[in-house]
């Protein structure tokens, strides 16, 4: 778990913050829990740069997959707003997709319930090919073969998205760039290494204060003993 600044000597632009875990078979994952870039370093780049620098970093540790929540809203001024994150459409121009079941229902149903009930905010065409790109059954679920980024392939996503207030999880998978280091073995091995051997060592700390348990049982029926016998020889 480790956050960041990006900042020059004397202005912090941005503020990064990320966790990684390793899960029981060795795979090692990161999550983007959060990156806010100050506002006068809006539309710089800081945050593309970052990240993708962040990936050639993930790659050498021998990460498997980047998960993150995408969020996405507006902020009121007066009778107008303005958006003010676009994460929700951010992850999925980037190489992300839904992380789960869930994650994709609540995508396309933003998408399908603007084209129902708000049809202006799309073009015709915007409209026909989206729509296309999708079906939903009698239940009222979402299947598709397009990716995240297909579906928001239209001028107002991001602020339909923001106004909304929408949340997606998503995922990237990373683990094709794996290197190795150091000992010629991966991060992700030397680290499920790490684990295993934690693991053991708990375990025999288990067993040796167990067995300290049983000596000291052993030892007090032992000393009870020797004091019943010594009683009935007197």
Same mark, same amino acid.
């Given at each position: ?9 004397? %202005? ?51 990460? =498997? ?34 992380? =789960? ?19 202006? +905010? ?37 602020? %339909? ?10 995922? +990237? ?7 190795? +280091? ?23 700390? +288990? ?28």
């Amino acid at each position: 778990d480790w956050s960041s600044d990006v900042c020059s000597s004397d %202005l912090t632009i941005a503020t990064a913050r990320r966790t990684i875990t390793i899960d029981e078979s060795g795979s090692i994952s990161v999550n983007h829990d959060s990156f806010t870039v100050r506002k006068a370093a809006r539309g710089s780049g800081v945050a593309s740069e970052f990240n993708a620098r962040n990936e050639s970093l993930y790659r050498a540790m021998g990460i =498997d997959e980047i998960t993150t929540q995408g969020s996405s809203s507006v902020t009121a001024t007066g009778i107008e707003t303005s958006v003010v994150s676009k994460g929700a459409t951010h992850w999925p121009r980037n190489g992300f997709t839904w992380a =789960d079941e869930g994650a994709k229902q609540n995508f396309i149903r933003t998408i399908d319930d603007a084209i129902r009930d708000e049809p202006g +905010r799309f073009s015709d065409e915007e409209r026909s090919r989206i729509s296309s790109l999708y079906k939903r059954d009698r239940n009222g679920q979402f299947s598709t073969d397009a990716s995240a980024e297909e579906l928001v392939n239209f001028a107002n996503a991001d602020q %339909l998205f923001a106004e909304k207030g929408v949340t997606i999880a998503y995922k +990237r998978d990373i683990s094709g760039g794996r290197r190795e +280091r150091g000992d010629g073995r991966s991060l992700a091995d030397r680290l499920s290494d790490t684990v295993r051997r934690r693991r053991e060592n708990a375990s025999e700390r +288990r067993e040796a204060r167990a067995s300290r348990r049983m000596a000291r049982r052993n030892e007090s029926q032992d000393r009870k003993s020797t004091r019943l016998n010594s009683s009935h020889r007197t």
